[in-house]
């Protein structure tokens, strides 16, 4: 395994070797097909082998792959980004979303020479040393609350709050021994790691008002939820403006590419007009910004997100009147075309809620789906995407076999 959840340790079963994708199914090499509903981990809106993105970037291979200089096409990526996050006013791309949060928290750092960095329970940013304390993801699956091989020292500067803790938050936000010391709080707007868990609006709010009060920056980071939950991501969805925004996933089109930019004053303090250095060999890859291009465009095509919810809801509408209708403890939780359906509880907020799923309940349920033809994400604390390639047929076949599930 390159990345830990796909040892398929929380389902209890041998991981798939996948062989090839086209549209809405992945074939593993053995030729049995799955629906797909992890989408490469919510890069692929537009499904597996989108023809338009295939043709451009066959393209652009033949004009070479890596050059190591400046090529336009990040130019007219970074301006439709640009067009379509407007807190954005200057980018820079890197090549995976870890790269995208380490360098926004260092940026964040330099520009407001403060160290703390304040993060939440069961968000997940990636696997740089700072963010694995009590992280989400594939960290909470391993039930650790961190990673071996960190230094002390490097996790003494931060913090990770209860999410959606109102209270709590401020409070420690506002302590003696903090509030001049933070350099930037960082947030998933909407949780995708610990399952999908959106943030309140008054909890955002008050981490926008308390940080502009400190000082401090507010960074979302939208590695899933750009471009997933609407063109202009989470923070046009609750409509606060954040100081730096983290993206990946949808923005590389299935290749690595992520990215992170904000307020014109800070990206200046990056290398080479200010003195944060951040750099990439592989950044800005015009292979991979000729696929991000092509997947913006699509995703601008008329009434995207109405269909991509509506189809999203073939499956959650039915599913969550049935969990309801026979009092099942199990739920589905929903942002636009991402949801997770929750086994053992009818509210999950946070990571202590989180941590009391029925894990054993998902296990079955994965498996369930999985021998009859339909693959989601395998661990219960992860979100299911839907692209806009899904046909109606296969998520109805995969609403019939959820409540089939439900029902033995
Ligand atoms: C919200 C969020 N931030 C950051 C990352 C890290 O991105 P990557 O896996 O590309 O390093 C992820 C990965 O899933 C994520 O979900």
């Not at 968000?123 to 960190?150: M, P």
């Not at 008329?302 to 009092?327: A, D, G, H, Q």
Request: neutral net charge; proline residues 4%; contains cysteine.
């Amino acid at each position: 395994m390159n990345s830990p959840v796909r040892a398929f340790k929380a389902v209890h079963q041998l991981p798939m070797v996948a062989a090839y994708g086209v549209a809405d199914q992945i074939f593993d090499v053995d030729d049995n097909a799955y629906i797909d509903y992890c989408g490469s981990w919510g890069a692929l809106i537009h499904g597996h082998a989108h023809p338009a993105i295939l043709n451009a970037v066959q393209k652009r291979i033949s004009l070479g792959t890596s050059f190591g200089i400046t090529t336009s096409i990040e130019g007219e990526l970074a301006k439709k980004v640009i067009e379509l996050i407007p807190s954005i006013e200057k980018i820079r791309f890197v090549s995976s979303g870890t790269e995208a949060t380490m360098s926004a928290v260092r940026l964040a750092r330099g520009f407001t020479g403060k160290d703390i960095i304040i993060k939440f329970s069961g968000n997940y940013h990636g696997h740089a040393d700072f963010f694995l304390i009590k992280a989400g993801s594939a960290v909470l699956e391993l039930a650790q609350s961190s990673s071996a091989g960190i230094p002390a020292d490097i996790v003494k500067h931060s913090v990770s709050l209860p999410y959606n803790d109102i209270e709590l938050c401020r409070s420690i936000l506002n302590d003696i021994q903090f509030r001049d010391r933070i350099a930037a709080v960082i947030v998933e707007p909407v949780a995708g790691n610990m399952g999908v868990v959106p943030a309140t609006l008054p909890f955002l709010k008050m981490l926008r008002e308390e940080t502009l009060r400190m000082g401090s920056l507010l960074i979302f980071d939208e590695v899933i939820t750009g471009f997933r939950v609407g063109l202009g991501g989470a923070q046009e969805l609750y409509g606060i403006t954040p100081d730096l925004t983290c993206l990946g996933k949808i923005i590389g089109g299935g290749f690595p590419a992520a990215a992170f930019g904000g307020r014109e004053a800070i990206m200046n303090c990056l290398a080479p007009l200010g003195a944060v250095f951040q750099a990439g060999t592989l950044s800005g890859n015009p292979v991979a910004m000729e696929a991000g291009l092509q997947a913006l465009h699509l995703i601008q095509e008329p009434n995207f997100y109405r269909e991509l919810e509506r189809k999203t809801e073939i499956i959650t509408r039915p599913v969550k009147e049935y969990l309801l209708k026979n009092r099942i403890d199990a739920c589905i939780q929903q942002v636009g075309s991402m949801f997770t359906l929750f086994f053992g509880s009818t509210r999950v907020s946070d990571l202590e809620s989180a941590q009391k799923l029925n894990l054993e309940r998902f296990a079955q349920f994965f498996r369930y789906l999985f021998e009859r033809g339909v693959y989601i994400p395998p661990a219960q604390h992860e979100a299911w995407f839907v692209s806009n390639v899904h046909t109606e047929a296969h998520l109805e076949k995969t609403r019939d076999t959820i409540l089939d599930f439900l029902r033995l």
